[in-house]
């Protein structure tokens, strides 16, 4: 996979990476040596959050970082000595040191990550400094990927959010690593861990190109293996690549159009053909089709969203999007606005989604011209939506039950989204035309008065 390097990067091949200021990484507890990553990305100029201290006693020096930042300790596993604090959007990690530095530094993944800095000045026993001018991403001795079974995804999400590229010889070891996995003869890594290594791929700014690695190496079958039912699965028509691909390529349109896009829309645009195999027939014509995918994709997301643990607001919002991200344009102003208003909760993301879907497809029926009828489709929906916030209903359930004559029931709830509609659609402008317009809801419907009761 080709890298461009950035100015940045290109400097960094020319001068070595400096060591940064420890007092740069906020309250240093007593004794205490810095280490991981965020060493590595301020040595790149990267922005960093979490920081990695080595201590001598983890439980008083959780308690003394804490006092500084205002935030919470804990133990996390109390018997290995590993603490942390949380203090708004910073974790700080306190471990405990168990002998020399350099022997600790000797257990971990990669060069890059076999840094320290303490009082005394850097520690860097493998060459992890000269990797980084080198942008190499290494192990820091052979069996170091097989040590900890989630060391080659960690090293995918590298490669795909800085500016490393993968050592030949540490890549084949990723490979080799994953293939012990897929064989049993490695434990699959905890559902957790593979989660927070996956957001943090679709996060950076190339995931796309992060996860095509991550199945080059093997590495989305352990991950995801649903998205390997699309792997060769052709789609014809609006499309140039095969189902997999189209996803990966999506979900790059995606980042690099709307770079602040959050994790359920790049969950939802990574999964959202993921039902296409499983629909894929041709019609009589011999044309093919994938009728009814989005809903069966919806259901395939959730049940891999839930697998890998992430949160159920995370899966319900990625199952939506990836259930409507079929849904037909609007052709006239009349159809936006009931576009807007039966799909507001999945607003804007569902149209962004839909903008990728669309821009990963350059399949013989794809034109500019199609293109730009897509686009301008689009921008009516998004200038209704900037321009006209959700009103607040004419009529609430008692003026609904009193109008109709009608006691408390789900006929109240149907009334009220009829009156919604007929409302966002411009039928309906103030309380009275939205009395007449119930009326002859509720006789169209058959409704009649409901008996008194006894």
């Not at 991950?223 to 014809?236: F, I, K, R, S």
């Amino acid at each position: 996979m080709r890298q461009l390097l950035t100015p940045k990067a290109r400097s960094l091949r020319n001068h070595p990476a400096p060591w940064p200021d420890l007092g740069a990484f906020g309250p240093r507890p007593t004794g205490g040596v810095l280490v991981g990553g965020a060493l590595r990305d301020a040595m790149l100029g990267l922005a960093w959050t979490d920081v990695d201290w080595l201590v001598a006693h983890p439980a008083a020096a959780a308690h003394e970082v804490a006092a500084q930042l205002g935030g919470s300790p804990f133990a996390l596993d109390a018997e290995r000595g590993h603490w942390r604090v949380v203090a708004g959007a910073r974790t700080v990690d306190l471990i405990e040191l168990r002998g020399p530095v350099e022997e600790d530094l000797a257990r971990r993944d990669f060069t890059v990550d076999a840094m320290a800095l303490s009082e005394l000045g850097p520690i860097d026993p493998l060459g992890g400094r000269e990797h980084l001018r080198q942008r190499r991403l290494v192990q820091v001795a052979p069996g170091a990927l097989e040590d900890d079974p989630l060391r080659g995804l960690r090293g995918v999400r590298l490669v795909g959010t800085t500016e490393l590229a993968w050592d030949p010889a540490t890549r084949e070891a990723a490979r080799s690593a994953v293939g012990r996995i897929r064989s049993g003869e490695l434990g699959t890594p905890a559902p957790e861990r593979m989660r927070v290594e996956l957001s943090a791929i679709l996060l950076g700014e190339r995931p796309g190109d992060a996860l095509a690695d991550a199945h080059e190496l093997s590495w989305l079958e352990v991950l995801l293996p649903e998205l390997l039912a699309g792997d060769g699965v052709t789609q014809g028509g609006l499309h140039h690549l095969d189902v997999l691909q189209h996803q990966l390529e999506a979900l790059q349109r995606l980042a690099t159009g709307f770079p602040g896009a959050g994790l359920e829309l790049r969950l939802a645009t990574l999964l959202h053909d993921v039902g296409k195999p499983a629909c894929r027939e041709r019609d009589e014509a011999g044309r093919l089709t994938f009728y009814g995918h989005a809903e069966y994709g919806a259901r395939v997301t959730e049940q891999a969203l839930r697998r890998l643990r992430f949160e159920r607001s995370t899966v319900a919002m990625a199952s939506k999007l990836v259930r409507r991200h079929m849904l037909p344009l609007p052709r006239d102003e009349r159809e936006a606005r009931r576009f807007v208003h039966r799909r507001r909760e999945l607003l804007p993301e569902l149209l962004q989604l839909m903008v990728a879907d669309r821009e990963a497809a350059r399949g013989r029926l794809s034109s500019r011209a199609t293109r730009r009828a897509y686009r301008t489709a689009l921008a009516r929906v998004v200038s209704l939506l900037e321009a006209e916030p959700a009103p607040a209903p004419l009529l609430d359930g008692r003026s609904v039950m009193r109008l109709l004559d009608i006691g408390p029931g789900p006929r109240v709830g149907e009334a009220l989204t009829h009156l919604a509609e007929a409302r966002a659609v411009g039928d309906v402008r103030d309380v009275e035309e939205a009395e007449e317009a119930l009326r002859r809801y509720a006789a169209a419907q058959g409704w009649v008065p409901d008996e008194p009761r006894a």
